[in-house]
């Protein structure tokens, strides 16, 4: 199929694109278009109106600041995954992204593009989540920082507001000594997750969980934190009871409704099964560390 028919227009610079947002409502920004044109050539996303931002150079960088990880917008897959200076602030950047589609999407496609898309499958939404990380948004009032829980409201549905584009994402570093891990399942390599899962864990001088942070994807309508997962291990020696355990209180948050890849049971069933594995993982890496 083919797109319907609209304006292309091109911006130089972040204030041109905010200022073609606003005289343009209902326009689109176009990155790397991995998600947006397929969904234009299936008629599910009908824009009048696409401005494309390859053509602004402070979007392009990978940057480190405070020891973060900020991703200009039109910073593709592949760039972010290979980077070196990301992947030791930040390992489970790379981890996750090879599990991105396939590595000729990884050249076009943007992580940034990836987070405003919002697939509640994606891995990258879930890994800003999970590292405590942000967005920033620039309006025609100025700039905004909105933290990955508030931005995340639905299923490819967002809070950044429609005169406004998001110019970079922030992923913070993991803290020092802690054990990280992240799986999936899916149908096959390269496809949106059924259900995903990652984990980092610091362990105290006495050998007991001190914080842990856990999230995951494809099974829910957005990205969602683990809380309960995260209170039973916190304050324990990780023990087999307690992975157990943490596997068990995961499964109430698949909340995905029946469809052709899964049912809601089944959900919860590598919901569990991921979130013991990379509890294991995390934790082994801190003892190794």
Same mark, same amino acid.
Request: proline share 5%.
């Given at each position: 199929?083919k797109?319907?028919l609209f304006?292309?227009l091109? *911006?130089?610079?972040?204030? &041109?694109?905010?200022r073609l =947002?606003?005289?343009?409502p @209902?326009?689109?920004?176009? /990155? +790397?278009g991995?998600?947006?044109?397929p969904?234009?050539?299936?008629?599910?996303?009908?824009?009048?109106?696409?401005?494309?931002?390859?053509?602004?150079p402070?979007?392009?960088?990978?940057?480190i600041?405070?020891?973060n990880?900020?991703v200009?917008a039109?910073?593709?897959?592949?760039?972010?995954?290979?980077?070196?200076a990301a992947?030791?602030a930040?390992?489970?950047?790379?981890?996750?992204?090879?599990h991105?589609a396939?590595?000729?999407?990884?050249?076009?496609?943007?992580?940034?593009?990836?987070l405003c898309? *919002?697939?509640a499958a994606? &891995?990258?939404?879930?890994? =800003?989540l999970?590292?405590? @990380?942000?967005?920033?948004? /620039? +309006?025609?009032?100025?700039?905004?920082?909105?933290?990955?829980?508030?931005?995340?409201e639905?299923h490819?549905?967002?809070s950044?507001?429609?005169?406004?584009?998001i110019?970079?994402?922030t992923?913070p570093?993991?803290?020092?000594?802690?054990?990280?891990a992240?799986a999936?399942f899916?149908?096959?390599?390269?496809d949106?997750?059924i259900a995903?899962?990652?984990a980092?864990?610091?362990?105290?001088?006495d050998?007991?969980?001190?914080?842990?942070?856990?999230?995951?994807?494809?099974?829910a309508?957005?990205p969602?934190?683990?809380?309960?997962? &995260?209170?039973?291990?916190?304050?324990?020696?990780?023990?087999?009871?307690?992975?157990?355990?943490?596997g068990?209180?995961?499964k109430?948050a698949?909340?995905?409704?029946?469809?052709?890849?899964a049912?809601?049971?089944?959900?919860?069933?590598?919901?569990?099964?991921?979130t013991r594995?990379?509890v294991?993982?995390?934790?082994?890496?801190?003892?190794?560390?």
């Amino acid at each position: 199929m083919k797109p319907p028919l609209f304006d292309y227009l091109v *911006a130089r610079s972040s204030d &041109e694109a905010v200022r073609l =947002l606003s005289e343009h409502p @209902g326009a689109m920004i176009l /990155a +790397g278009g991995q998600s947006l044109i397929p969904a234009m050539n299936f008629r599910l996303a009908s824009p009048a109106t696409l401005i494309d931002i390859n053509r602004i150079p402070d979007l392009s960088s990978i940057d480190i600041v405070d020891g973060n990880v900020r991703v200009g917008a039109v910073v593709r897959h592949r760039d972010l995954e290979q980077s070196d200076a990301a992947f030791a602030a930040n390992p489970l950047l790379r981890t996750a992204l090879h599990h991105v589609a396939h590595v000729p999407i990884r050249n076009r496609g943007t992580t940034v593009g990836s987070l405003c898309h *919002a697939d509640a499958a994606a &891995e990258m939404p879930m890994i =800003l989540l999970l590292s405590g @990380g942000w967005v920033t948004a /620039a +309006g025609p009032s100025g700039r905004r920082d909105i933290a990955a829980d508030e931005f995340f409201e639905f299923h490819m549905t967002t809070s950044r507001g429609e005169d406004e584009m998001i110019v970079s994402a922030t992923f913070p570093a993991l803290p020092a000594g802690a054990g990280h891990a992240f799986a999936e399942f899916a149908r096959r390599k390269g496809d949106y997750a059924i259900a995903a899962v990652g984990a980092i864990i610091e362990r105290g001088e006495d050998g007991k969980v001190s914080a842990a942070r856990l999230a995951a994807c494809g099974i829910a309508s957005r990205p969602v934190r683990l809380p309960d997962v &995260e209170a039973a291990i916190v304050g324990t020696a990780l023990s087999d009871a307690d992975v157990a355990l943490a596997g068990e209180r995961a499964k109430e948050a698949a909340t995905a409704p029946d469809d052709n890849n899964a049912t809601t049971a089944y959900r919860k069933h590598l919901l569990a099964s991921l979130t013991r594995r990379v509890v294991r993982e995390a934790a082994d890496m801190t003892r190794e560390g």
